[in-house]
């Protein structure tokens, strides 16, 4: 079938009305399309919930796992990859080192073809792939984001004593958020924390400022978790702070009153 052809099946298939009866072991959502159409979001979400950093790990941003998953693929094993529609798979060698420069970026290029021309002939992802605006945090009100924004700091709270330290001078500053914004952010969700003062606080208020939530709180695996594209992060390599521990402003503070005042240049 020559690539016309299939355009042609594509543009009929996206033409088809809601009403369009479900297909066997194709179900559909997001408005009546088919859950392996490229326009259905659900689908694409659940493809991107099969990458893991145990099989898909050290690939570049033109193998991750939202392009994949816009391309019609799964994670199934190992560095392999797998369509449901076509039931093509595809497995990738080591790429070449990347400070090899062009080798790399040459490797890196015809890899990436493969996420079109691995699927077989008749596949509908040979010649469509998601939408752009599936990669992207779609818009949404003002009243949503703060909702969602509340949510995830009272959920990296509930970790208590396994809330990751953050690294203010690093983190706060290159993300140009300071104290005083991370005050009046849950000031205005009516949540109660004192950025000032405690580290555990701040912490949990910059965390969820950059989208993570509190996954599965137990004593020997707590973890954060973003819901966008559904990474999680193990909590126990890293240092973590108490929730009566004072966050370096307020301790900076407490220095400047209690110091003697600089003496007088002669």
């Not at 790399?104 to 752009?132: F, K, M, N, Q």
Request: hydrophobic share 35%; charged share 20%.
């Amino acid at each position: 079938m020559d690539r016309s052809k299939r355009m042609e099946i594509l543009s009929t298939l996206r033409s088809l009305p809601q009403s369009v009866p479900r297909l066997h072991g194709s179900e559909t959502n997001d408005g009546g399309c088919p859950k392996l159409s490229p326009l259905n979001f659900d689908g694409f979400q659940q493809r991107v919930e099969t990458y893991c950093s145990s099989r898909w790990i050290g690939k570049p941003e033109e193998l991750s796992p939202l392009k994949c998953a816009a391309s019609g693929w799964s994670n199934i094993a190992s560095d392999t990859l797998h369509c449901e529609s076509c039931s093509a798979m595809l497995s990738f060698v080591s790429l070449p080192p990347v400070w090899s420069g062009k080798d790399y970026t040459e490797a890196v290029s015809t890899v990436a073809l493969r996420l079109r021309s691995g699927h077989h002939s008749v596949c509908i992802w040979r010649d469509a792939s998601c939408p752009d605006s599936f990669l992207n945090i779609s818009p949404a009100s003002t009243k949503a984001v703060a909702e969602s924004t509340g949510r995830r700091i009272l959920s990296v709270k509930q970790l208590a004593d396994h809330v990751p330290r953050i690294d203010e001078l690093s983190v706060i500053g290159s993300k140009g958020i300071t104290h005083a914004q991370c005050q009046a952010v849950a000031s205005k969700l009516n949540i109660e924390v004192d950025v000032a003062a405690s580290r555990h606080d701040l912490s949990a208020v910059v965390l969820a400022l950059c989208g993570w939530c509190g996954g599965e709180n137990t004593a020997s695996m707590p973890t954060l978790s973003c819901t966008r594209c559904f990474r999680s992060c193990g909590l126990w390599n890293f240092q973590t702070c108490t929730k009566g521990e004072a966050s370096s402003n307020s301790t900076a503070d407490a220095v400047s009153a209690q110091s003697p005042p600089a003496a007088a240049p002669p």
